[in-house]
């Protein structure tokens, strides 16, 4: 081969390359999104009201721990809902546009009838939606099964609520599961951590969290 051979065929395994990174790279539920900055701010604990945080809360090593018992007090005096550890997003309310959680899991086994992840808000009712651990089960509410064997590993979980299209989508390990209407825009908000379901729950509730991230769409 002379010199400019060698160069076409350079550019040939060049232009195939390209051509299948473009073609066979796998989509993501985050492509197209732009990832939001948080801060420690954008993150506020709520807990049964009458125990220290360290009681139901711990970080370490990247990784948010939330525990709460069922006969817990709820987090706040006058509220008479069921008890919660949870991690409120705050600081990024929404009420249009198309958002995202994302966020890597773990639900120790024996955690049952517990939310750990939702979009609270909603023109109907308290909630867009509630994705609930029952015997390592993930349901929407306490209906449809999303998931199964969820105890004891870490799942990758991707939430994405487009409230102009009036929709909300669930994804495990990038691939979608689930796929509902919302209940109507609000005042939006993510929240992942434990929180009591009415009946059903076991005495403990756990769920960690790693690697947290909003992200938005532009455009
Ligand atoms: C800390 O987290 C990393 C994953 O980000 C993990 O590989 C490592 O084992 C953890 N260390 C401890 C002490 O838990
Ligand atoms: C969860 O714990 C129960 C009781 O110890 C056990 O029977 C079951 O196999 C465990 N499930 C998993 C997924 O480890
Ligand atoms: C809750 O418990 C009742 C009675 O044991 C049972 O019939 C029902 O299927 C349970 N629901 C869920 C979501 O596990
Ligand atoms: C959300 O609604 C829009 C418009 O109706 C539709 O194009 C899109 O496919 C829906 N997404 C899901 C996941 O249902």
Same mark, same amino acid.
């Given at each position: *081969? ?5 160069? *076409?065929?350079?550019? =040939? ?7 299948c990174?473009?073609?066979c @790279?796998?989509?993501d +539920? /985050?492509?197209?999104f732009?990832?939001?900055?948080? /801060? ?12 220290p945080?360290?009681?139901? $809360?711990?970080?370490?090593?990247? !990784? ?6 069922a ?5 706040? +005096? ?6 919660? !550890?949870?991690?409120r ?6 009420s249009s ?18 939310? =750990? ?20 089960? *993930? ?11 969820? $105890? ?7 939430? =994405? ?7 909300? /989508? ?14 109507? +825009?609000?005042?939006? $908000? ?7 379901? +009415? ?5 403990? *509730? ?5 690697? =947290? @991230? ?5 455009g």
């Open positions: *081969m002379n010199f400019s051979q060698q160069n *076409m065929a350079l550019l =040939i395994i060049l232009l195939v390359i390209t051509n990174y473009i073609l @790279k796998s989509t +539920p /985050t492509d197209g732009t990832n939001v900055q948080l /801060t420690e701010e954008n993150f506020k604990i709520q807990r049964p009201y009458d125990v945080l360290e009681e139901r $809360y711990s970080y370490q090593n990247g !990784t948010h721990r939330l525990w709460v018992y006969d817990d007090k709820p987090h706040d +005096p006058n509220s008479n809902t069921q008890p919660r !550890t949870e991690i997003i705050t600081g990024l309310d929404y546009g198309v958002w995202q959680f994302e966020g890597h899991a773990f639900v120790p086994n024996g955690t049952s009838g517990a939310t =750990i992840l939702q979009i609270h808000g909603a023109s109907k009712g308290a909630t867009t939606i509630i994705l609930r651990i029952y015997g390592g089960e *993930m349901r929407y509410y306490s209906g449809q099964v999303i998931a199964t064997d969820l $105890y004891d590993k870490w799942f990758r979980i991707n939430l =994405i609520h487009d409230v102009d299209e009036g929709n909300v /989508t669930v994804f495990l390990e990038g691939v979608q599961v689930f796929a509902t209407g919302d209940q109507g +825009p609000g005042d939006l $908000y993510f929240k992942c951590g434990v929180y009591a379901a +009415p009946a059903n729950i076991s005495y403990y *509730m756990e769920s960690r969290w790693r690697d =947290i @991230k909003i992200y938005k769409k532009c």
